[in-house]
């Protein structure tokens, strides 16, 4: 089993930062694309950025420039770095992983979710 923990979610004024935080954990033998997702109020879970096992990232383009994506390969951590933020990137936000475990192929995993709000 591959459990997700996020962190680091709050609430910021406009133009403030956050940083957002996830760990996997568990019988992981590689993790393969690491992304985070957002659900705003009321609306759908839509992409926000992706970062491969190789360091290639991508953005959508409503955080393009303003948030930055990276990874720790030694300690199965994913980050969003959030900066200039806008009262629209009010949201809950998951992580997803895409790994292999020990007893299991290529799955996906979701964390539980971290809510972001963002005052004008």
């Known amino acids: 089993q591959v459990q997700l923990v996020e962190s680091g979610g709050g609430l910021v004024q406009a133009g403030g930062s956050l940083r957002l935080s996830c760990a996997a954990s568990?019988?992981?033998?590689?993790?393969?694309?690491m992304k985070w997702y957002r659900q705003p109020p009321g609306k759908q879970r839509e992409w926000v950025a992706s970062?491969?096992?190789?360091?290639?990232?991508n953005y959508a383009d409503s955080v393009k420039g303003r948030f930055t994506i990276s990874r720790d390969n030694a300690k199965n951590t994913v980050y969003l770095q959030m900066n200039s933020l806008k009262p629209e990137d009010t949201a809950v936000y998951y992580c997803?992983?895409?790994?292999?475990?020990?007893?299991?192929?290529?799955?996906?995993?979701w964390g539980q979710g971290t809510q972001v709000t963002v005052s004008s």
């Open positions: 568990g019988s992981i033998f590689s993790i393969n694309s």
């Open positions: 997803h992983i895409v790994a292999v475990t020990t007893t299991a192929a290529s799955r996906s995993y």
């Open positions: 970062i491969s096992s190789g360091g290639t990232t």
